[in-house]
């Protein structure tokens, strides 16, 4: 028993002179969109699971996709719960991407990354895989002259998601509506969208319109003002790469991305984004 309380003692001792744990690091938030951002410009490669809930009209879409990417030349490859495969590679198959649809006729069929097809019940193309989006979100383009909402990004705390701790990002912007505008000549729904940094989607979808067309001079449209409403990214504080990201807008929620598994400029044979890689249908 006297050598119970003798080793506690001295335990007890000894942990007064061990140094504290190191709080946590404390970030402002320019200094947390810089480093997200330049962590996100500093990808090379990128190996990730994506669970997607994105709002389809008036119901929501959920998708568990696989996806490994090359960042300079871009290098796609996808594969959903279903058994879905998309392989896109730069200066490769006249700029359509593989699909094997693991469904009637089971054969691999090239498309329009940004046709019909392959932007139907979706938010983005495969051509914005990974975390590009995230970063014209924050940072906007050169064509947006409104930078408002890009302004209204702040460092909300911290928070845990799946057990990693993370650096809460999160813009409130109540001035979130739709306006109208008169599309000029040669305008698209991506020189639109970054020109109201609103993304793609909602201007197809509001004016009915696909991608992949030029919207006749004049058009008027209804575009959203902003991305959204309220845009909530949670930031790994060990990557500084985001693993969730929530949209709300004027109905709700619009779309929420979970990031799992991440793995960052790790090394990817170029064999495994060819079509005739083992395991691949395409």
Same mark, same amino acid.
């Given at each position: 028993m006297l050598r119970f309380i003798w080793l506690t003692a001295l335990a007890t001792g000894l942990l007064a002179f061990l140094p504290a744990a190191p709080p946590a690091e404390k970030l402002t938030t320019d200094q947390l969109l810089t480093r997200l951002t330049d962590a996100i410009d500093d990808l090379k490669t990128l190996r990730c699971n994506v669970r997607a809930q994105e709002r389809i009209g008036s119901s929501y879409q959920q998708a568990r996709t696989s996806m490994k990417m090359t960042l300079s030349p871009l290098r796609v490859y996808l594969k959903n719960q279903k058994g879905i495969e998309v392989l896109?590679?730069?200066?490769?198959? $006249?700029?359509?991407?593989?699909?094997?649809?693991?469904?009637?006729?089971?054969?691999?069929?090239?498309?329009d990354p940004n046709g019909t097809l392959m932007r139907r019940n979706q938010h983005h193309s495969?051509? #914005?895989?990974?975390?590009?989006?995230?970063?014209? *979100?924050?940072?906007? @383009?050169?064509?947006?002259?409104?930078? +408002?909402? $890009?302004?209204?990004?702040?460092?909300?705390? #911290?928070?845990? &998601?799946?057990?990693?701790?993370?650096? &809460?990002?999160?813009s409130e912007f109540p001035q979130f509506r739709y306006v109208t505008y008169k599309a000029g000549k040669g305008e698209t729904v991506a020189r639109v969208a970054a020109r109201f940094g609103c993304g793609e989607y909602r201007i197809m979808e509001r004016?009915?319109?696909?991608?992949?067309? +030029?919207?006749?001079?004049?058009? &008027?449209?209804?575009?959203?003002? +902003?991305?959204?409403?309220?845009?909530?990214?949670? *930031?790994?504080?060990k990557l500084f790469l985001?693993? @969730?990201?929530? &949209?709300?807008?004027?109905?709700?929620?619009?779309?929420?991305?979970?990031? @799992?598994?991440?793995? +960052?400029?790790?090394? *990817?044979?170029?064999?495994?984004?060819?079509?005739?890689?083992?395991?691949?249908?395409?």
């Amino acid at each position: 028993m006297l050598r119970f309380i003798w080793l506690t003692a001295l335990a007890t001792g000894l942990l007064a002179f061990l140094p504290a744990a190191p709080p946590a690091e404390k970030l402002t938030t320019d200094q947390l969109l810089t480093r997200l951002t330049d962590a996100i410009d500093d990808l090379k490669t990128l190996r990730c699971n994506v669970r997607a809930q994105e709002r389809i009209g008036s119901s929501y879409q959920q998708a568990r996709t696989s996806m490994k990417m090359t960042l300079s030349p871009l290098r796609v490859y996808l594969k959903n719960q279903k058994g879905i495969e998309v392989l896109w590679v730069t200066g490769q198959n $006249d700029g359509d991407a593989w699909v094997y649809p693991n469904s009637f006729p089971y054969v691999t069929l090239s498309l329009d990354p940004n046709g019909t097809l392959m932007r139907r019940n979706q938010h983005h193309s495969v051509l #914005d895989a990974g975390f590009g989006t995230i970063a014209d *979100i924050i940072r906007g @383009s050169n064509l947006r002259q409104d930078r +408002a909402f $890009d302004r209204s990004f702040h460092y909300d705390g #911290d928070t845990l &998601v799946a057990g990693h701790p993370c650096y &809460v990002l999160r813009s409130e912007f109540p001035q979130f509506r739709y306006v109208t505008y008169k599309a000029g000549k040669g305008e698209t729904v991506a020189r639109v969208a970054a020109r109201f940094g609103c993304g793609e989607y909602r201007i197809m979808e509001r004016n009915s319109l696909s991608a992949e067309t +030029a919207i006749p001079e004049g058009k &008027v449209l209804q575009v959203p003002n +902003a991305y959204g409403r309220r845009t909530i990214i949670c *930031i790994d504080q060990k990557l500084f790469l985001p693993i @969730s990201v929530q &949209v709300f807008d004027d109905k709700g929620l619009f779309e929420k991305f979970d990031f @799992s598994e991440v793995a +960052a400029n790790q090394p *990817i044979p170029l064999a495994e984004f060819t079509k005739d890689y083992k395991g691949y249908k395409l």
